[in-house]
DNA sequence: CTTGTTTGTGAAACCGCTTACATAATTTCT
DNA sequence: AGAAATTATGTAAGCGGTTTCACAAACAAG
């Protein structure tokens, strides 16, 4: 199959010049006289020349690789996220390794120490499940910022070689609460499914508005789905279930467009009008969106634009600058059909 | 940052024997006395020790990785599918290398090449949109494959070193039609988005049914939509404009989960009853299916199965076995709500 | 026409690990 | 007990590049 490849050898012989050169040409180093550049191009052409790429890692150090970890590939918000950073960061010569670890802390610091083993030049983490707020558990992330620069997106962690690009999750949750309750909505039922770091930011957003308007937030208000974040009907049996039991919310907060999909399908089943008597707001503005009747309100939190600056941030490391360790963009609320 | 990483020599000292026994362990390799293999095992935990990959992808002449190419890898069906051969490839001990090359043949070209320059072990093309039936594009596959086996999802190609698939689209569609058909139901639009591998094997299905039954497939039975598969309103639209120019079809069988939810858009909003004035049927059975309401019939294509015998495939060919060329397996018309 | 700088090139060391081959130590067999 | 076979370990030659350093050629200045 893989026959006898070329190597710099073979092309310095045939442009008769020293392995240096060739490799100079290769490099586009200093000084090489446009002549021998010329010959030596011409040997890669002709010998259909391929530089080995393990060769040259192990001689610079590096292979131009950055790793990325998620939870899970396939979840409309990761995958965009990562769909992004694929994009921007070919854009700057860097390919991607890709870890998804599920949610489980062994498969992270697994996955964590493998891209270190393979030398990756960078560590991104998309989504905000792996950083916990009050949780040691974040320790592998520390190790692994002592051998390379961990970008995180919407998760922060203040430690050395550390940077954290989020959006303002607590004020985006807090607005959207306190613009339901400008229109007299008073029992809105905050829905999600993650405590992870952002998890924890929206909800206290929520509070905090609920708070602030002097509405209780209680038991009832806020209910926490635990399972698989594609089993869309089983999230709507949950708010079924807590609507049967006396509690007719008149909105739901969702920390995530699928649980607000979720409530849309409830809704239908209890032949609750939206937004008459329900509005859903969910968070993200993935493409699901799109995909109802009437179309979801959601929260935007501008996952291209902390890409590009994450892509931008990590380059700046990478090339050794100083670069802002917390980065925090606002969110927006993007309203649509599910909201008056 | 990087202190001076500790090498196998740094090893060899500490635990006092050669570079070679400690590569011996560190491969697990024939005759190491247990004694040795633990003393230099407890040098290695002492220091902390992590074998360079690059150093050790020259030796071996590999490093152990996957390249995985796909369109995008935001689209729900082609996200499944990366998340599956991530999952699958990681329990064999291989990475994946993600490149997204959206639908251009200059990107398809470059990535290849890319993958190919990174050395990886192997080249996984997820989804049809590589493979161009009659078309000269898919030279660059064969390039690929006399330097490492490149393995098809869902397309097919001959060629050697080549492995394909492939669900049975063909039979798949046909199938799906003639439900419809033995239903009563004789409009139907096929709309579909992609004139890929599978592109033409669904429209091909759909066709034959509808001759079988003595029914007509021509002007308006298709409708091609061009354009972001995300936009779901716009593929709506377009629906609505068919309708309103008088072609009022009595079910829509799409080449996609995306196209199928903008034909439910378009019947909410027209008012249209799903399913009892038309009936919708999607291809993929992904996660969309779910999002909606009624739920999505959609036609499952097996897409874990595949995967798993793609997976078995590529490490049949890289343990140097003889393997099959082609897979073929069946779908599944999953009927939910929005088929009688 | 020297002398002092550039500029272009080659020789060789090195990156960290694998492995063929040689050798030493041990065991097995007669 | 000595030869043969086996097992354990070390030496050194790659793998295919990069890069330091030395040196020769070309050019500028005195």
Redesign the pocket.
């Known amino acids: 199959m893989k026959e006898?490849?070329?190597?710099?050898?073979?092309?310095?012989k045939q442009a008769?010049?020293?392995?240096?050169?060739?490799?100079?040409v290769?490099?586009g180093?200093?000084?090489?006289?446009?002549?021998?550049?010329q010959k030596v191009l011409k040997a890669m052409e002709e010998s259909g020349?391929?530089?080995?790429a393990?060769?040259?890692g192990?001689?610079?150090?590096t292979m131009k690789t950055i790793g990325i970890m998620a939870a899970d590939s396939s979840d409309p918000y990761l995958a965009k996220g990562i769909y992004f950073l694929e994009q921007l960061l070919r854009g700057e010569g860097y390919d991607c390794l890709l870890c998804c670890t599920g949610y489980s802390l062994k498969n992270r610091i697994a996955s964590m120490e493998l891209l270190i083993t393979k030398k990756v030049d960078g560590i991104i983490l998309v989504g905000s499940n792996f950083v916990y707020e009050d949780d040691a558990d974040n320790k592998y992330i520390l190790d692994a910022a002592a051998q390379v620069p961990v970008m995180l997106l919407n998760a922060a962690l203040d430690a050395p070689n550390v940077y954290s690009i989020t959006s303002d999750d607590y004020t985006s949750m807090y607005n959207a609460a306190n613009m339901l309750i400008s229109e007299g909505i008073t029992d809105i039922l905050y829905f999600f499914n993650s405590r992870s770091y952002s998890g924890r930011r929206k909800e206290a957003g929520f509070r905090d508005a609920m708070k602030a308007a002097g509405l209780s937030t209680g038991d009832g208000t806020l209910q926490f789905y635990r399972g698989n974040r594609e089993d869309v009907p089983a999230m709507a049996d949950l708010l079924e279930h807590v609507w049967d039991q006396g509690h007719h919310f008149e909105a739901v907060l969702a920390s995530d467009d699928t649980l607000a999909i979720s409530a849309l399908k409830f809704a239908v089943r209890k032949g609750i009008k939206v937004p008459e008597e329900l509005s859903v707001i969910g968070y993200n503005n993935s493409m699901l969106t799109a995909c109802v009747t009437p179309e979801l309100s959601s929260i935007d939190n501008r996952q291209e634009t902390l890409c590009q600056h994450l892509t931008a941030t990590l380059m700046g490391v990478l090339g050794g600058n100083e670069m802002p360790k917390q980065t925090v963009f606002a969110g927006e609320l993007i309203r649509r059909g599910t909201t008056r």
Do not use: C, K, Q, W
């Open positions: 006898h490849a070329v190597t710099i050898y073979d092309i310095s008769g010049v020293s392995i240096a050169t060739v490799s100079r290769l490099n180093s200093d000084n090489v006289s446009e002549a021998t550049r020349y391929t530089p080995n393990f060769a040259r192990l001689g610079l150090n």
